[in-house]
């Protein structure tokens, strides 16, 4: 059992300590009874057929309705301070609902297409309901159980300007967004890291959100982060959940396990007489970020790669000269219309910098496509990877 002090007074009040609902927890409920409405019709539409009275018909949907809404309350508020409950209880209760929410999100989009068909040619064709939902409920099934799972192994090549030849070739394996926790357990990120360390390569990093929220799976991912294997080390930046809960003990664990965590500063790498800056900063979100603190030891006409796990710092980046940014946070929307990720997935909502690579100028930003999920555990479009790369010298 975890030893780690219990949630912040902060956390605590968000997740329903209180009887007053967290803001955005509203937001979300609201948003899952919308979601829900074309399940309504379809189940509607089924009792329907099947003969059932009026009464029944009625009562029997608001019933299945009240429990898919009341249902994503608990998954939402246990989902903002994640503890640890059986693999019997993730099967039997948390996969199932996130499928079933996955297919009443996936129903959103064909049915307001519907509706205005319907709406021009001045009837209803209830049947449609029934059919999109299962469909969707075919994919997100995929999606929760499977695609989440497969994870890939990516190769990446950057020119970097000014990299010495010393560093040209050098291979650095990038991990990121591992949210080990109740959906995402130490046995699949150990499987993570075994795929890593065979490809020995010369640095291991990993770009944030080691952590889903809360304390109780710090002692899991220091287990999986520490096992890395790296010529020159683990080196780790921080992402915003983790410090959903209190991010110190983490950081603490991490340390004892070997790894090396950068808030805030840099280390310089050596190959003989040549020399490559490596920087992190830590969480943009708590505002713990401090780019000039990070790049400060920087040595003169050295090429620098920098951690950072908000992409959106790459701009600030590179005005500063930073030659290579690896960056997480996105998960390249976790739902994305296959092979064109980068341009129509979720994240395109909310980011610039969605997945894979960007330039500007002499500077390159990766995005990493990440490994575990947040929010809804499903990815459709975008495989979790373990990404390989190569330095070039321009």
């Known amino acids: 059992m975890s030893s780690y002090p219990p949630p912040p007074r902060a956390v605590t009040r968000a997740i329903g300590a209180k009887p007053r609902m967290a803001n955005f927890l509203r937001v979300l409920v609201a948003f899952t009874c919308i979601i829900h409405i074309p399940f309504v019709l379809a189940s509607l539409e089924l009792l329907r057929r099947k003969g059932a009275p009026e009464a029944v018909q009625y009562g029997v949907t608001a019933l299945v309705a009240g429990w898919g809404i009341g249902l994503f309350v608990g998954r939402a508020r246990k989902g903002m301070y994640d503890t640890r409950h059986s693999q019997l209880f993730v099967w039997l209760v948390d996969v199932p609902y996130f499928i079933h929410w996955s297919a009443c999100l996936f129903t959103i989009v064909p049915s307001v297409c519907a509706a205005i068909w319907f709406l021009v040619q001045g009837r209803v064709a209830m049947g449609f309901f029934p059919w999109v939902y299962g469909i969707g409920v075919v994919i997100s099934a995929y999606g929760v159980v499977l695609r989440r799972r497969i994870f890939e192994v990516q190769q990446v090549e950057i020119a970097v300007p000014g990299l010495a030849r010393g560093f040209d070739g050098y291979r650095i394996v990038h991990l990121s967004d591992l949210h080990i926790g109740t959906m995402t357990p130490e046995s699949w990120g150990m499987r ?182 947040t929010g809804p555990p499903i990815r459709i479009g975008v495989a979790p990877a373990v990404v390989v790369i190569t330095l070039r010298a321009a």
């Open 192 to 373: 993570w890291v075994r795929a890593a360390n065979e490809l020995k390569c010369d640095l291991a990093v990993v770009t944030g959100d080691l952590a889903t929220s809360g304390t109780e799976f710090y002692d899991d991912i220091a287990r999986v982060v520490g096992s890395l294997e790296a010529r020159d080390g683990t080196f780790v930046s921080m992402g915003n959940h983790d410090y959903f809960g209190d991010g110190e003990p983490l950081i603490r664990r991490l340390r004892e396990k070997g790894a090396s965590v950068l808030r805030n500063e840099g280390k310089t790498l050596e190959r003989g007489a040549d020399r490559m800056y490596l920087a992190a900063i830590d969480d943009t979100w708590t505002k713990k970020d401090d780019m000039m603190k990070a790049l400060a030891e920087r040595p003169a006409d050295v090429a620098a790669v920098l951690l950072a796990h908000d992409p959106e710092k790459f701009r600030e980046a590179a005005r500063h000269g930073v030659e290579v940014v690896l960056s997480g946070h996105t998960h390249g929307g976790q739902i994305a219309v296959p092979f064109l990720a980068k341009h129509m997935s979720l994240s395109k909502i909310a980011h610039h910098y969605t997945l894979g690579v960007y330039r500007k100028g002499r500077s390159t930003l990766f995005v990493h496509p990440g490994l575990g999920t």
